[in-house]
């Protein structure tokens, strides 16, 4: 089954359990959250303290990061992407392991995707890992195509990087 982003998703939800998560903008105050979230998650781009200061100091609009968080005020997920001049580039998403598939992830995605495409963006690309299959699975749900694979690009462990590109396509609008 394909997932479908048409428009900006809801910008909360609510888990099986019946609890409540908000989608919003990240702010510099999430960082050590954002931090502590990546750093507990194997499969995750590990950046350095500099680096996620660097996405907000100071803001040059060229990244957005969405957060999910629960009623707490608990970073349950983001996501970082990289705005080139047509297209977004994914970067990093990272869910917490105890929230996997509960559609944190493919909320965050789909977010992401529905603000690419109101932007007027042409596609969003990513790359992940090749034995990150939970991630490959989720990206193909919401429609990302295969584009190639890059050789040894990860390291510790070294391992091919899989591309995937989601053309966004524009409907013409009917008289």
Not at 20 to 39: G, H, N, P, W, Y
Request: charge should be neutral; include cysteine.
């Amino acid at each position: 089954m394909q997932i479908t982003y048409g428009a900006l998703m809801p910008s909360s939800f609510r888990f099986r359990s019946g609890d409540f998560v908000q989608l919003r903008d990240a702010t510099s105050s999430d960082i050590l959250q954002m931090r502590k979230l990546e750093q507990e998650s194997s499969s995750a781009a590990h950046w350095t303290e500099s680096q996620y200061h660097s996405l907000f100091d100071p803001p040059t609009g060229d990244r957005v990061i969405r957060i999910a968080e629960n009623d707490f005020g608990q970073i349950l997920g983001f996501v970082i992407a990289r705005c080139l001049a047509d297209q977004w580039e994914i970067e990093n998403v990272v869910v917490d392991p105890s929230c996997r598939r509960r559609g944190v992830g493919s909320r965050l995605v789909g977010d992401l995707v529905g603000m690419a495409r109101s932007a007027g963006m042409g596609s969003v690309l990513l790359e992940v890992r090749e034995s990150n299959e939970a991630a490959r699975r989720l990206y193909e749900k919401i429609g990302f195509t295969l584009e190639g694979r890059r050789k040894d690009y990860y390291r510790n462990p070294p391992e091919p990087a899989v591309l995937y590109r989601l053309a966004l396509h524009f409907c013409d609008k009917i008289p």
